[in-house]
Structure formats: C-alpha cells, structure tokens
C-alpha cells in the first residue's frame, strides 16, 4: 500500500514562497502520475500540478502557472511543490495524490493514494 506524507506547509506572508514536500512509502513511486492539490474552507477540491511519472511532464491550473513548479525524486521517493509569490488566495490544505498511472491530471478522479494534507496559510 502506497502511503504519501506531506510536510512543509506554514504561515506565509504574500509574496512569500514555501516548498511543500511529498514523501511517499510502500511503493516504488516509478509507476504514479503525481498531483499536487488544494481545499480552501468552504470550496470546492482545486488540481494545482500534477507530473507523469517519469517527471517529464507537467500541467499547472491557470491559477498558478508561473508561480508553482512541481518536481520529483524517484529514486528518494520524493515529490516537491515549490510555491513562489503566494497570495492570500493560495491560502488552503494542499493534498499530494498518487494515480497507479503514467497520467493522472488535474481532475482528481484518477487518485487512488492521498496524503492527510499540510495547511498554507498566506496572510500578512
């Protein structure tokens, strides 16, 4: 069983970044499209980033592109969100997730691992 752990998440202040950390154990992660998302209170679940499983590809929300860069360490089991010029917007639990594909997307419906979630909080 793949078990996903997330860390990194804080208090920010706007423009601030932060990079959040996806451990990932139980599995090799070789075979899992991986994706980053978001819940802010009272919203719905949000697709951030997600990348293949060989790290070449990637797709951001139009929300972030530009902003946040999703990369990947197979061989330490490692997946990583770096989070530049955060908005109060931003603020949110993010979530990593492991689809038992080469491409989960953005959408979710693919996830079958889900991390318990660390909180962004971006605020001055």
């Known amino acids: 069983q793949l078990q996903l752990v997330e860390s990194g998440g804080g208090l920010v202040q706007p423009g601030g970044s932060l990079r959040l950390s996806c451990a990932a154990s139980?599995?090799?992660?070789?075979?899992?499209?991986i994706g980053w998302f978001r819940q802010a209170p009272g919203k719905e679940r949000e697709g951030v980033a997600c990348?293949?499983?060989?790290?070449?590809?990637?797709e951001y929300a139009d929300s972030v592109k530009g902003r946040f860069t999703i990369s990947r360490d197979n061989a330490k089991s490692m997946v990583y969100l770096q989070m530049n010029s955060l908005k109060p917007e931003d603020t949110a639990v993010y979530y990593c997730a492991a689809a038992p594909k080469i491409w989960g997307g953005l959408g979710g419906d693919e996830y079958r691992f889900w991390g318990q979630g660390t909180q962004v909080t971006v605020s001055s």
């Open positions: 990348t293949s499983s060989n790290g070449i590809s990637t």
């Open positions: 139980g599995y090799s992660l070789d075979y899992y499209g």
